[in-house]
């Protein structure tokens, strides 16, 4: 759970420099922590508009406080351990105790005040990605400002001048920083509630790494060939699934840090993109989809009527990003004789195991592996293994869910009827007729 640990005191700050000296610095606020690897209930506005409040999957929103007409923010960059799932955690660079950092979420025309300390062993910046601020607070190290250096707090001010979605991580040694999980999520929401209103509002940002077996650190100067494919430094079994009341107006924002694209799909649904990191997307322009491919350093923000119940599948539909560590490098041996291969490889390695011949399927497999290493494939669901990894979760569509019930309502209970089923085989497989030949065209 977070720690407010006193949002009190008073700041007068006119610019984004250097916080120093015990005036100022009684004026900061705490910084609220998070020791929590799951999604946290929404934070609803206290004062101000109204908005329907985000859930962050396996995360959280930064509490802020009100100093006369701002609200203030305060981001801590440190490092930080994260749970990938349970049995494997990484040592990376994140915010306010974890990687990602917390959602920032505010209303459109809101004054803003980002406090930002350094605690990493290095100097850091903070870009507010697709976002308009002035230029001295778009936060390129070098550029725009001087980088914060360890130890120091900087400040960032600027009006939130439209809503939507949007990113924050560092422009300042931006290849490690990134690499080792800086990022997070921004939600401007429209200072007019009815404007395009949801019942349930989801926010994930996407990113990678490369982690190789029995490590606990991210190889930073990797650039293509990365193991992890990770929603909020989280895999499949580790990510949230998304409790949907059936009938619910959902919304899901996507953000993409990582250096691929991702084309997100989600079954038993069509949906329309409704907004990206430049704005809303005007009605007439949308159409229906049921994969949308969010492009590196890019928002995706896709709205759907939940009005299919059911366990849905939501995942990256490139299949090497459904699986985790350990799935490189392995050869193809589809078709080759088990038999023979065991033979072989035993001279070898007398405690080897021959797999893959007919196949990958890791489902009834149990095999040892290094420390703080995941299964590639791994996961069961009431009918057995789903043996997906990375970027794959569940959208569970129920009925009788209360408003703001995010709880995992578990597996679907399937009408009488409705699930696919096994038929006896014939004793004689029915005879296969040839294709007709095709007709020859004119040319």
Not at 141 to 165: A, C, D, N, W
Not at 392 to 403: H, S
């Amino acid at each position: 759970m977070f720690s407010r640990r006193g949002f009190l005191g008073t700041a007068a700050l006119v610019s984004a420099s250097a916080v120093s000296g015990r005036v100022q610095a009684a004026s900061i606020p705490e910084a609220p922590t998070m020791d929590k690897v799951v999604m946290q209930p929404p934070l609803h506005p206290i004062n101000g508009p109204d908005y329907r409040p985000v859930v962050t999957l396996n995360g959280w929103s930064l509490p802020f406080r009100m100093n006369g007409d701002w609200k203030e923010f305060h981001l801590v960059a440190e490092p930080v351990v994260r749970e990938f799932a349970e049995g494997m955690k990484v040592n990376l660079w994140g915010y306010n105790g974890q990687s990602p950092g917390p959602t920032i979420e505010a209303v459109e025309g809101d004054k803003v005040r980002i406090f930002v300390t350094n605690k990493l062993p290095e100097y850091t910046t903070v870009h507010w990605h697709g976002m308009i601020v002035p230029s001295g607070m778009d936060g390129v190290g070098g550029l725009t400002q001087p980088h914060i250096q360890p130890g120091k707090t900087f400040v960032y001010e600027f009006e939130m001048r439209k809503s939507g979605t949007f990113m924050y991580h560092p422009h300042s040694d931006e290849m490690v920083q990134m690499a080792m999980g800086m990022m997070g999520m921004v939600v401007v929401h429209p200072r007019d509630p009815n404007f395009r209103p949801v019942d349930r509002d989801f926010v994930f940002v996407m990113s990678t790494y490369r982690v190789d077996p029995g490590t606990y650190l991210p190889r930073v100067n990797e650039m293509t060939d990365f193991n992890m494919w990770t929603w909020n430094s989280r895999v499949f079994p580790g990510i949230d699934p998304l409790p949907v009341r059936l009938g619910d107006k959902v919304r899901v924002r996507i953000g993409n840090l990582s250096m691929t694209n991702h084309p997100i799909h989600l079954h038993g649904h069509s949906f329309a993109v409704t907004c990206t990191d430049g704005g809303w997307i005007p009605e007439s322009a949308q159409i229906p989809e049921t994969t949308t491919d969010v492009p590196v350093g890019a928002v995706r923000v896709f709205d759907v009527l939940a009005d299919n119940p059911g366990d849905w599948a939501f995942h990256c539909h490139k299949s090497h990003h459904t699986m985790n560590a350990m799935g490189h490098e392995v050869r193809t041996l589809i078709g080759v004789s088990r038999k023979d291969l065991a033979k072989a490889v035993g001279k070898l390695a007398p405690d080897s195991m021959a797999m893959g011949s007919t196949g990958m399927a890791m489902g009834n497999m149990e095999m040892p592996a290094p420390d703080n290493t995941l299964p590639m494939m791994t996961g069961n669901g009431q009918f057995g293994p789903i043996e997906m990894g990375g970027m794959f979760t569940v959208m569970k569509i129920r009925e009788g869910l209360a408003r703001d019930d995010y709880r995992d309502p578990g597996p679907y209970q399937f009408p009488q009827g409705t699930v696919a089923y096994e038929i006896a085989s014939p004793a004689a497989e029915p005879p296969r007729q040839p294709a007709a030949p095709m007709p020859k065209m004119k040319m």
